[in-house]
């Protein structure tokens, strides 16, 4: 694939600019968008360039070796856009990711459970709502996908959707474990808010056996014995 080096390397330094407010040494915050306005670009040439047209995040820094560190940059503009509640932006840079790229070997769970955050912050519940439906018919199993809805079903006050898929996927033998604990935290949420006691004890329980679990491993015991708990 033929590279535009000249684009590479002005996005490269606009990428230090970025790491370097980070961490204080920039205050000047533009070079974030114009980064991001460069990587469209980029990714445009790309793309022209495959033999299907189709292009996958990843593949970016796998076709650049890595020189560039795209994907940890994508995450930290979006990181950075959500600490600064510029929620509109985010929103923007979400539905364009999504867009962007084709998304058939990895899901882009965390960009649609960013997605439905940031609408619920936007007071957009019933889009948030809406869009949760669509993901779970895409992926039905998809803990992300489950636990942004049950926040969408609250956010609307629609205990009983809520509650539905809380019980889907949450039986009384279920632990919480590394993947489900999202799931937990939302379900400990949903028992609060509707004044279910004894439900959001024992969820709250199966939380703090897994927080356990995890600070036992990291803080002691023996590191050659233990395993990892997931």
């Not at 684009?7 to 980070?22: G, I």
């Not at 114009?34 to 033999?51: C, S």
């Not at 939380?207 to 679990?213: D, G, H, L, S, V």
Request: proline residues 2%.
């Amino acid at each position: 694939m033929q590279m535009n080096n000249k684009k590479w390397k002005r996005f490269d330094q606009l990428t230090l600019k970025c790491f370097n407010t980070m961490i204080g040494m920039e205050k000047d915050q533009e070079c974030w968008n114009q980064a991001y306005g460069l990587f469209k670009e980029l990714v445009d040439d790309m793309k022209h360039e495959q033999p299907n047209g189709k292009l996958e995040l990843y593949e970016v820094d796998d076709i650049t070796d890595f020189e560039y560190e795209v994907q940890d940059w994508v995450d930290d503009y979006l990181d950075k856009l959500d600490m600064n509640h510029e929620y509109e932006q985010l929103l923007e840079v979400c539905d364009a990711l999504l867009e962007m790229f084709c998304w058939e070997d990895h899901s882009p769970s965390d960009i649609r459970f960013r997605k439905v955050s940031v609408l619920g912050a936007l007071k957009r519940n019933d889009e948030a709502a809406t869009f949760c439906r669509q993901w779970l018919d895409d992926e039905p199993d998809n803990i992300l996908a489950v636990t942004a809805s049950v926040y969408a079903s609250l956010a609307r006050h629609d205990m009983k959707t809520a509650e539905k898929l809380i019980k889907q996927h949450i039986s009384r033998d279920t632990e919480c474990i590394e993947e489900n604990a999202i799931l937990f935290t939302a379900a400990s949420t949903y028992y609060q808010v509707a004044g279910k006691k004894k439900e959001k004890k024992r969820i709250d329980q199966a939380i703090k056996a897994y927080e356990k679990i995890l600070k036992d491993f990291w803080l002691g015991g023996d590191e050659e014995e233990d395993e990892l708990p997931f």
